[in-house]
């Protein structure tokens, strides 16, 4: 998925979900993912709900207390694309973690932040920055400029584990576990659903003409669909600050495809409004920010039917685990967190690593270590995601990558639904060549 140069407003459905902390399901006991055309449903704006359930969902409380046990943490939020809540929902996990789980072997989570602007040079300095802070290992967050943080990390040995992956040095790093895929896993299982299972055969596809955009629009939605049996694709690029999508939207109407693939995110509402206006009457799919509550106005009813996939559930799904990840973000986030998958996976990271070092004295964990806990066995939990195996084999050309599944949704009846449960792209995504 494409998350760059998103506005800031469309950046997430669930503005909406926090609100519904206490009242969708807090108490249930059944197990996490909704079966297909079932809804996942956000709701809208905080409600403090009832104590009890929350107490209930959090679970009896277990106080971490003496020396922390530090992770360095680098996260874009300067620059014309920010992503805030990711770090915002990794600290309520950690706050949560220690208060509730005891921390790692009794100890409390400390995290030391430095802020990025997607430059590898800015992520270098931060880099060293947070290295002052003599940290366990690093937890992946958000970060464009990862390339320059990555190269310090390697020269001290660090463990890197969860966060985005972004570009393929982090998803390619010796050292790092990383427990979802954005960008590639969900693009490319999208298109493969797209073809496959709904039976498109041209597509055009609109992407942001930037670095990350092109990559994901170019270098996965584009040559997957081809591969998935997609015969006629019809590229356009928008620039990332354009206001104006008139002339993209003719070119994707004269082609007369399919399926519009709107790779573009802080474009996705005007095009799909157009698209609409336009009378375009073909299959949809996008990205999920497409799927905002604001993005979805903006579209004036363009983006009913859009398909989308995730690497992690819908904040607004019926299971323990998202009832948890909504009583911990009342708790301990602010109240206008945006919750699109990228906080999800901040959420999933730290929860990740409590799961499997929480037990353990920090005072003998080393960097191979840590590595061999992730990489032991197969099919490991993952919060609020598909179970990760960290082999090296879940995506092609990406070996720090422990897990390709996404969840295929869908925008229907101005509600999100399930359309198919967990799925990869498998064979048809091949990454670009160099």
Known sequence: MSHLNRSHPARSRASAAVAAVA???????????????????????????????????????????????????????????????????????????????????????????????????????????????????????ADTGSPGAVAVYERQGLAYLGGIAFTPVEQNYKDAAIFSSISTGDNAAASVYLTKDLGVKSAAVVYTSDTQGTASGLGVIVPTLQRAGVTKITKIPIPPTASDVSSAVATVTSAQPDLVYVAAPAACPNVLSSLKQLGYTGKLAGVDTCTSPKAVQGANGGAEGLYFASPVLDPGDSGDEAALYRAALKKYAPADIALDSLATIGFQSMMNISNVLGKEDPAKLTTASILAAFRDGSDKPNFMGHPYTCDGKQILGASAVCNANEQIRQLKGGKIVVAKEWTTAGSYYVPAAG
């Open 23 to 141: 009242g969708l399901a807090l108490a249930l006991t059944g197990c996490s993912s909704a079966t297909p055309g079932t809804t996942s449903t956000s709701g809208g704006g905080r409600s403090s709900g009832a104590a009890s359930d929350d107490s209930a969902v959090l679970g009896a409380p277990n106080k971490a207390s003496g020396t922390p046990v530090t992770f360095g943490v680098l996260n874009l939020e300067s620059g014309p694309v920010t992503f805030p809540e990711v770090f915002l929902a990794e600290q309520a996990a950690a706050d949560y973690i220690n208060d509730y789980r005891g921390g790692i072997g009794g100890h409390p989570i400390k995290l030391v932040k430095c802020a990025t602007d997607g430059t590898p040079a800015t992520s270098a300095r931060c880099a060293n920055q947070v290295l002052d802070s003599k940290p366990l290992a690093i937890l992946g967050a």
